[in-house]
């Protein structure tokens, strides 16, 4: 490319957004020195930069060509990931502080004098956990050794060995034990006193000592893990012995420890394959080979129902050391899984397979009166009218509706085949394979999955349509927002994409069942609002008015004996002030609050709503969820413009669990709405039951930095933000967010309705 081929693409590519003229000379000028094999690889790379930072974009020309001279073309790709990497991780300076160190931040590491990258490994990694697992996991840097049973979290850096091979073979252990608590399903509880797959925290915070209950709980499993390697991975687990070895060695000595602290390191030492039992005083020592004793009833055929067991019996083998226990130090392989997010991505795996599921079997079934689909709360559970007839038929029967419904409904345990009234119709095996992971993750098929089929199978026939898709009749609009990054201290411009969408109104007797129960609560609520309806207040010491300032005469009349000037305010007027106040509930409809969440908030939303109604103040309804930055969704329940009428009570009642909590771009734009009202007083009132998360890399300290960003936008422009949430864990963040003063916690979901209500009442008197 020539001078002029150069300046024209950066003209017209960059010159509308941050270069000027002069700029685009300059670095044409730069480029132009570079040999012409080389333009088009530096322009190319210059484009992957431009959305990510333009300042990046300028220190990346200016570096190039000295980056070049310290390495070949083949390695600028390479040189362009890592810096894009070093910017999202830690930020602009120290993006640039990378590019201009080339020599000891790129070349050293290509030579593997700083450790092993593990972006130059993980492609590999990657392929090696395909062959392990047959489903897709990924690895990816994390500052912690982790998994939540989709992704593993592994060090960005390897540094154990002086040699690269050795590296990669503890990159490659590590793996392999993260692997096996996704095999073992050791993310989830599978034990009778709690729901199907819970989190194990459920388990924890059910004894007396969470902390050594969870420590215990992995110690188990990590030995579970440790049996499924030796069987599955003999070579492999051979060669890591060198490794456990050098962990072993690495570990401070456990003589300062004491008490189960100390039992528990020995046994971490045992599984690297170093016995200090010699070494334990006689009482520990004892107490140490009970611990051995219990964990060699392990199986990796077993389940966490065995894990939980064998941790109570330890937990009473070590009930008198546990009130001076100490969190235990995680070996380098075993990290910490991380539950949440894991119960995250299987409800969000459970939401995607009942639909497939739903709308696979509407479109296999003929068309018959479908039963009931189950209440939201027990939709999971297993129904008493299922049963096994014989050794290969699951019976499912509907429940009877006003018309008894004849038919009778059986699916082949093999899922080959469902049987209507004696008639078999073939499952396709794409179906087979819906069905056969549902089955997997609950024991069996839910009855309510069957029955919506029908519906929708019916309801396809006499409309002609089908379930909606994303981007059909119900997206109204799509909005674009920036983000704030608190690393790099400023916003991802354009970053994310909303979609304003409408919510289906549904016919059902939610409303009319809400509102007969909660009938005195409600009666009571009204008589509350009507005495808002006008706020009146005395305003003393005015020229005229209804009565005598007593105050104010005595205060004049002092003045008049001490030869001052009396005041002429002397009365009181009582001031009658018209409500201006316009309301956002914004409502979290994200797949954590499938069930009696779900059921309390829209509870909560049609008394407020009642009770509104005589108050005669603007509010409106949004409902939100989303899936990564590209995919924000707000549902449009109620806006302010439209009464409160059937359409929006079936609005309210068609509210359900969607995905994930990106609460960033719902905030700015439920607040860019409020702005557009002539209301004096503007609340944005967020109802969650827990913090901020998105699939992506929207969660901890960033998706709180960027909420609580959205709510000081939002205070600036005169908004009064305010948080209801049932998230146990509230304290430890929300008050960051949204303020001391500005947010609540209700430690009891069924609650949820009858406090709202008596909030918002609070809040606007």
């Known amino acids: 490319m020539n001078n002029k081929e150069i300046s024209s693409f950066l003209s017209k590519t960059f010159a509308a957004d941050f270069m000027d003229e002069w700029e685009i000379t300059e670095y044409t000028n730069l480029i132009e020195q570079l040999p012409p094999s080389l333009h088009h690889e530096i322009l190319h790379h210059l484009k992957a930069f431009w959305p990510i930072s333009h300042a990046l974009c300028t220190s990346f020309l200016e570096q190039a060509p000295h980056a070049l001279n310290c390495f070949t073309p083949n390695h600028l790709s390479t040189w362009v990931k890592m810096t894009l990497e070093t910017y999202e991780t830690h930020g602009l300076a120290a993006a640039r502080s990378f590019m201009l160190d080339v020599e000891n931040n790129f070349i050293c590491r290509l030579k593997g004098k700083n450790g092993l990258q593990l972006q130059t490994v993980s492609i590999k990694l990657n392929r090696y956990l395909n062959g392990l697992s047959n489903k897709s996991i990924k690895v990816k840097s994390g500052s912690q ?124 030492l045992l599984l690297l394959g170093k016995n200090i039992a010699n070494h334990l005083p006689p009482t520990e020592q004892v107490l140490y080979y009970q611990v051995i004793e219990i964990l060699k009833n392990l199986s990796p055929k077993q389940n966490t129902t065995n894990t939980v067991n064998l ?67 027990e939709e999971d559970k297993p129904d008493s009218s299922q049963k096994l007839s014989g050794d290969n038929v699951l019976l499912i029967q509907p429940k009877q509706e006003t018309k008894p419904v004849e038919n009778r409904i059986s699916l082949d345990t093999t899922l080959s085949f469902i049987t209507v009234d004696e008639m078999n119709i073939e499952i396709p095996k794409a179906t087979q394979d819906i069905l056969q992971e549902i089955k997997n993750d609950f024991g069996y098929i839910p009855e309510s999955y069957i029955s919506s089929g029908l519906q929708i199978k019916g309801n ?73 309806l006008v706020s009146e207040r005395f305003l003393k010491r005015q020229r005229d008015g209804d009565n005598i300032d ?83 969704d707000l549902y449009l329940i109620k806006e302010f413009s439209h009464p409160y009428n059937q359409e929006i009570k079936g609005k309210i009642s068609a509210i359900g669990p969607k995905e994930y909590t990106r609460m960033g771009p719902p905030i700015r734009h439920a607040s860019r709405k409020l702005l557009q009202t002539d209301a004096k007083i503007k609340l944005l009132v967020t109802i969650t039951d827990g913090k901020p998360e998105d699939y992506d890399d929207y969660k901890g300290d ?64």
Not at 566 to 591: A, H, Y
Not at 734 to 742: L, Q, T, V, Y
């Open 460 to 532: 396809a026939q006499t409309s002609g349509s089908g379930p909606p898709l994303r981007d059909g009749p119900e997206l109204i609009g799509k909005f674009i927002y920036d983000e704030w990054d608190y690393r790099r201290g400023g916003n991802r411009k354009n970053w994310c994409q909303l979609f304003e969408k409408n919510i289906q109104s549904i016919k059902t007797n939610f409303v009319e069942q809400t509102l007969d129960k909660y009938h005195g609560v409600l009666m009571r609520l009204r008589r509350q609002f009507e005495m808002m």
């Open 550 to 632: 007593l105050d104010a005469l005595i205060e004049s009349l002092s003045d008049t004996r001490a030869g001052l000037a009396p005041s002429e305010r002397l009365f009181i007027k009582l001031q009658r002030d018209e409500r201006s106040i316009c309301t956002v509930f914004l409502v979290d409809m994200s797949n954590s609050t499938e069930g009696w969440v779900s059921k309390a908030i829209k509870e909560a939303l049609i008394l407020m709503c009642e009770s509104l109604e005589i108050l005669g103040d603007s509010y409106a309804i949004y409902g939100f969820s989303g899936m990564r930055r590209l995919r924000s």
């Open 311 to 377: 941790v109570n019996q330890l937990l009473i083998l070590l009930q008198p050391y546990a009130s001076d226990y100490q969190t235990m130090i995680p070996l380098p392989f075993q990290g910490r899984p991380d539950y949440e997010s894991a119960q995250i991505i299987l409800s969000a795996q459970r939401d995607k397979a009942k639909q497939q599921a739903i709308t696979a079997l509407g479109a296999l079934l003929p068309q018959i009166p479908a039963s009931p689909a189950k209440p939201e709360d």
């Open 145 to 268: 050794v982790s998994t939540n049973s989709e992704q593993i979290l592994l060090p960005g850096e390897m540094k154990l060995y002086k040699d690269n091979d050795r590296n990669f073979l503890a990159y490659k252990t590590i793996v392999s034990f993260q692997w096996a608590f996704i095999a073992n399903k050791s993310c989830f509880l599978d034990h009778p006193a709690f729901p199907s797959n819970s989190n194990p925290i459920l388990f924890f915070n059910q004894t007396p000592y969470p902390q050594l209950t969870a420590d215990l709980y992995l110690l188990v499993e990590t030995q579970r893990a440790l049996v499924l390697l030796r069987q599955e991975l003999p070579g492999l687990m051979k060669e890591a012995k060198g490794i456990f070895l050098s962990i072993a060695d690495s570990r401070p000595a456990p003589d300062h420890l004491k008490g189960a602290n100390y039992i528990i390191e020995a046994v971490q």
């Open 702 to 765: 960033y998706a709180i930095e960027d909420t609580r960003h959205a709510l000081i936008e939002a205070k600036m422009a005169g908004i009064h933000p305010f948080c209801i949430t049932i998230d146990q864990k509230a304290k430890d963040y929300m008050a960051h967010m949204f303020g001391e003063i500005n947010y609540i916690f209700i430690n009891d979901v069924a609650k949820l309705p009858n406090r709202v209500p008596e909030i918002y009442r609070t809040l606007t008197t």
